[in-house]
Structure formats: C-alpha cells, structure tokens
C-alpha cells in the first residue's frame, strides 16, 4: 500500500509546542487526520513516552500505520479507530486514567476533501455522502431528501449562518418533489439557484455555508467537540496542557467557551480568600488565538481560517 493520504499539517509546531512535551509523557492526538501532528510530537518521545491516536477514518489509520512505522514498532502509539466524542471510555479500556496532553484538529481534514466520493467537496461530483465515518448510518443524501424545511432551515441558519436558508430549503423542497437529489452538484447549482445574483458575485463559492452545515449535522460535529473537550480537561493531568486547532466561528465559539468556563472564578463575595475547590480547573496559556504566520499561509491555503486556542490544567 502507498502512502497517498497527502495533507499539509496546519500549525504543526505552534500545536504540539503548546503542549510543552516531556519525553516520557501520555499524550492523545484525538484528530491524527494526515499524521502530521502525531509525527512531530512522537518525534518528541522517548521510548517511554506513548501518544494515542484517535480517527474514525480507518483510511486514515492505514495511512497512518505506514507513517509512523517506526514507532510502532518501538510500541510508542496505539489507534484507536473511533469517534474522539468517545475519549474517555476508550482510554480506560486501554488502562489510560491521566494524559499530560492532547491536541484537536478539528473540521475535515484535506485527504477527505479531496476524495471525490466521499461527497464532501462540492467542486467535485459525488453522491452526498460527507460521512467521517463510513460505518455510520447518516449521510447527506438523508439529510437533504428527508429532513423537512423547518429542520434543513434550522441547520443552515445554526451550522451555516448563510442567511438565505430559508430559499435554500425552500427550493430542495421543491426539487425533491421531482426527484430524490442524489449527487453534490445537483445541490450546489440548486443553491445557487436560491440566492441573488449579487451574492453569486462575492468571493468564495455559493454552496460553502451550506455544505459546511449539512456536513456538521450528518458527523454531529459540534456535539462530539463539546462532549469530547471536557472530558479531555478532566483527564489532564496537573499541568497537563490541551491544543485546539478550529477552522470555523462555530467550532472557535465552542472552545473559547468551553476554556471560558473551566478558568473562570466564581468566588462570593466578602471571601477574604479563595477556597482550593473554587478555584479554576484550567489557566489559559493564550488569551489571543494564534494565528498562522505569513509563510504558512502563503503555502497552504486551507490554513486561513485556522486559530489555535492552548490552557493547562491547574487543578484536579
């Protein structure tokens, strides 16, 4: 087998030094993606050191296995062929309780944008499909054939923020009528269609938003991130740090939330002082995301709109 998964790793040194790696640590990659990311942290271990790597994409796995030989067979990764919303049950089988780090990179990584039928991309022609995992029973042929306007509205509005979700809906109401809309095309031109022609003449592709929505609705993206974040902060260990790397406002709104919740102090007033289980489970290390510097993104254009948002454990 050839190692064909080719993907650019975004904010490959910001994210894994953010982790501050100690050569004998437990670390957990919840996205491996390309490998990148894993690559460059192992690269960091000792052969004390182990990291556990997480991707619902056996394609990925396989890629990956390739990759990283050589620390296989140093028995310093284990994969875990599963959704990261699944963190914690699946390192406890593992005997794993405390991590000293882990790092996300989240949205859909670049191999499964360029793979044409798996029906993420909508510059290409495929059946709609946009699932991560491919064992699931939830496409985007489902979503779009079967949800009604009220529930394709709401997902637009909430995962797309395009403000023409209610044409949109309206018209796959009507052509699903004719007949089912099988393919990523059929869609692309039937959003098109919905919106004006000044909006056609703005930058970026008409039918983003929306496959952006559909997409985070058929992998439940925002659930699994919200779910998957908090148990990682509670298996960090004391000084143990997490990385997150997001690619659009909604998943950036989520973490800087999440860290939000988890440093905040919520001491009464007329305390003379703050009692040790009042105190913030989380500091963070950036008030700021990071932002990829001008090399980067002069080379890798999917890396625009990515932010890195890094906090560290302080209290158990």
């Known amino acids: 087998m050839s190692n064909d998964f080719h993907h650019v790793t ?60 050589d620390y296989i067979d140093k028995g310093m990764v284990t994969f875990i062929q599963d959704n990261f919303r699944h963190l914690r049950s699946n390192l406890e089988k593992l005997g794993v309780i405390e991590i000293d780090g882990i790092l996300y990179d989240l949205g859909v990584s670049s191999p499964q944008l360029d793979e044409r039928e798996r029906g993420f991309s909508y510059k290409q022609d495929a059946p709609l499909d946009m699932r991560m995992n491919r064992q699931a029973s939830l496409t985007a042929y489902d979503v779009v054939n079967t949800y ?86 509670d298996l960090l260990a004391l000084d143990g740090r997490i990385a997150v790397i997001t690619f659009h406002s909604l998943e950036d709104r989520l973490t800087k939330q999440l860290f939000k919740e988890a440093s905040a102090v919520d001491v009464p007033k007329g305390l003379p002082f703050i009692p040790e289980d009042l105190k913030p489970k989380m500091v963070l290390v950036n008030r700021k995301p990071i932002l990829p510097s001008s090399e980067e993104l002069a080379i890798n254009h999917r890396a625009h709109s990515a932010k890195l948002r890094v906090a560290k454990k302080v209290r158990k």
């Open 10 to 69: 975004v904010l490959l040194h910001e994210t894994v030094d953010g982790l501050l790696v100690k050569p004998d640590g437990i670390y957990v990659d919840a996205t491996l993606g390309g490998a990148g990311h894993s690559a460059y942290l192992l690269s960091q271990l000792s052969p004390k050191g182990h990291l556990y790597c997480f991707d619902q994409d056996q394609t990925a796995i396989e890629n990956a296995q390739i990759t990283l030989r």
């Open 148 to 233: 009604d306007y009220h529930d394709l509205v709401r997902i637009f509005f909430k995962y797309g923020e395009d403000k023409f979700a209610k044409q949109i809906a309206r018209k796959i109401e009507q052509a699903r009528q004719t007949k089912p809309i099988e393919t990523t095309t059929e869609l692309a031109e039937l959003i098109k269609s919905a919106k004006p022609a000044k909006e056609l003449k703005k930058k970026g592709h008409p039918a983003k938003q929306i496959f952006q929505a559909i997409r985070i609705e058929v992998n439940d993206e925002l659930g699994a991130a919200d779910q998957s974040i908090q148990e990682a902060m």
